[in-house]
């Protein structure tokens, strides 16, 4: 996109989805912000169903400051909605917020401050006290202890949805067109300058969370299949560990049998050895199945987003673009 309007210092994308409840008063405080340098919002409407586009469009003919609302054909994604708001930003950081009111707009500006005064190519939130439910601490708890071992990040660094990123990471990273992308193991591809700064995190405002058990079992596996190898090598250390199980066992067999000393074996503990094998044989073929089906679809160029409209309002909503 190119367009003659000053660049603002901060970028704000809200990623969209089923948010006509929540969305209205976010954007009125987003507006009532003081920015040094100035600052704009992005929304990127991810395919919900419900008024959500409509709302938007009636904050958009308010706007106070420059809005650009980006509607998705379909849902496609948070992640893959979040790189469609970095390709429509124009601000020198971009931070990211949920639509549901639990990441504070004050907050984002604190971290923006705390990226720009740092020098920081990206810094993330995090969370004396989250406010999600149970299940979902516990799942972003065993996804972060498990990148310190997957993806190139410092060891024990905290990884969140709420991040701030320079222009630079943002260009970057939304070059990036593969089908599941997971932006945090993009940000780590490009730079290792990043940074951690504690937030608040409020409750949700209205409505029930987007991510269900399925969608962050998604992530989970985008997070590790798409940015590193490991989980291919510890399907060859399980492999070669059951193969020299097996081994063992066989000698044992042998031996008891040649002693004389051997149980009676049966069907049952055959049965549980075969299917413990079988298993094992089926886990590590469904890992290299979920790698070639990815390679696949990338190859065929399975789209990651695909926007349908983009409206602007607010003070410069004349902007000359071209997209």
């Not at 708890?141 to 969140?160: I, Q, V, W």
């Not at 990815?294 to 983009?310: A, D």
């Amino acid at each position: 996109m190119s367009n003659s309007a000053p660049e603002p210092a901060l970028s704000i994308i809200i990623p969209l989805y089923y948010s006509a409840a929540t969305i209205r008063p976010l954007v009125k405080t987003i507006e009532a912000l003081q920015v040094e340098g100035g600052h704009e919002l992005i929304l990127v409407n991810d395919g919900s169903a419900d008024d959500t586009l409509a709302v938007c469009r009636e904050l958009v003919r308010e706007a106070k400051i420059p809005i650009t609302l980006i509607n998705h054909s379909r849902n496609f994604g948070e992640h893959n909605a979040v790189l469609t708001g970095y390709r429509h930003a124009r601000g020198n950081y971009v931070v990211n917020i949920d639509d549901d009111g639990q990441n504070p707009p004050d907050e984002a500006v604190r971290l923006w401050q705390y990226a720009r005064s740092n020098t920081l190519d990206a810094a993330y939130g995090h969370y004396a006290t989250k406010k999600h439910s149970l299940w979902r601490n516990l799942g972003s708890a065993l996804t972060n202890r498990m990148s310190d071992h997957m993806l190139d990040k410092p060891a024990g660094f905290y990884l969140s949805s709420f991040r701030c990123v320079s222009a630079f990471v943002a260009k970057e990273v939304s070059s990036h067109t593969g089908p599941y992308p997971y932006i945090d193991g993009l940000i780590l591809q490009v730079t290792q300058n990043v940074g951690s700064l504690e937030v608040r995190h409020d409750e949700r405002q209205a409505g029930e969370s987007g991510y269900t058990l399925r969608r962050l079992l998604r992530l989970w596996v985008s997070s590790f299949v798409n940015f590193s190898i490991m989980p291919l090598r510890l399907a060859t250390l399980l492999g070669l560990v059951m193969a020299v199980a097996g081994l063992i066992g066989l000698g044992i067999v042998i031996y008891l049998f040649l002693t004389g000393n051997g149980p009676a074996y049966g069907w049952g503990s055959l049965m549980g050895a075969l299917l413990l094998l079988s298993g094992t044989q089926l886990v590590i073929l469904g890992l290299i199945g979920e790698y070639i089906g990815r390679m696949y679809l990338t190859v065929n160029r399975r789209p990651q987003s695909v926007v349908r409209t983009v409206e602007r309002g607010g003070a410069e909503s004349t902007w000359n673009s071209s997209i």
